[in-house]
């Protein structure tokens, strides 16, 4: 499987961006998807996943402002993002599991694009 991820930029805070990913190989709609995020001299962290069945899961610090979503026919995988804040100015990952049950740990992740900056200015 491989992951391409796009749609990232500058913004304002209060401002809106739509991440995409895109895949490649077989039994996409079987995977569990997730996006992550990296800040400098930080942790990769989770941000949002959704399983097999399409049951979504967030962060505290983004439910309520970003929608996770997935086109299994096109196979990809997106990333609405509303009400940016400056906190959230990160490189964003996609990642896919060999199975359909979402987890938060980005160990549990086989599959990562190789993600797109978000920059948010305040």
């Known amino acids: 499987v491989q992951l391409v991820d796009s749609g990232g930029g500058v913004v304002q805070a209060g401002g809106s961006l739509r991440l995409s990913c895109a895949a490649s190989g077989d039994s996409f709609h079987t995977k569990a998807l997730g996006w992550f995020r990296q800040a400098p001299g930080k942790e990769r962290e989770f941000v949002a996943a959704i399983n097999g069945v399409s049951t979504e899961y967030y962060s505290d610090s983004v439910k309520g402002r970003f929608t996770i979503s997935r086109d299994n026919a096109k196979r990809s995988l997106y990333l609405q993002m509303n009400n940016l804040k400056p906190e959230d100015t990160a490189v964003y990952y996609c990642?896919?599991?060999?199975?359909?049950?979402?987890?938060?740990?980005?160990?549990?992740?086989?599959?990562w694009g190789q993600g797109t900056q978000v920059t948010v200015s305040s």
């Open positions: 990642a896919a599991r060999r199975t359909a049950v979402a987890y938060t740990i980005p160990q549990e992740y086989d599959y």
